[in-house]
Nanobody, 118 residues
Framework: QVQVVESGGGLVQTGGSLRLSCVVS????????IGWYRQAPGKQRELVAL??????NYGDSVKGRFTISGDNDKNTVYLEMNNLKLEDTAVFYC?????????????WGRGTQVTVSS
């Protein structure tokens, strides 16, 4: 029904920048929010940023450094990451929140690795 594919990860030095992209395809009409999450080794997956038609939210650790935005024509959500820190190293996942097969159904991508080095 819905496919979610992330791209843009890589290796960057501290203080550097990366832009991640999340392309959502298929029955996109059932998606009402897109979020970026990350999971570092040994840690739980955490919310990085979330965008919907009426709100944008950020995790406390990325406020002021990361920006989420969307291009409806391209069915793409971006995560602009600036001033990257060592602790930002993680696999970043894109998540589409849908209403089918039920409210709040999650569509996950496979993730893209972000590695920040000193």
């Amino acid at each position: 029904q819905v496919q979610v594919v992330e791209s843009g990860g890589g290796l960057v030095q501290t203080g550097g920048s990366l832009r991640l992209s999340c392309v959502v395809s298929g029955n996109t009409d059932i998606i009402n929010a897109i979020g970026w999450y990350r999971q570092a080794p040994g840690k739980q997956r955490e919310l990085v940023a979330l965008i919907s038609s009426d709100q944008i939210n950020y995790g406390d650790s990325v406020k002021g450094r990361f920006t989420i935005s969307g291009d409806n024509d391209k069915n793409t959500v971006y995560l602009e990451m600036n001033n990257l820190k060592l602790e930002d190293t993680a696999v970043f996942y894109c998540n589409g929140v849908g209403v089918v097969p039920g409210p709040g159904y999650d569509y996950w991508g496979r993730g893209t690795q972000v590695t920040v080095s000193s």
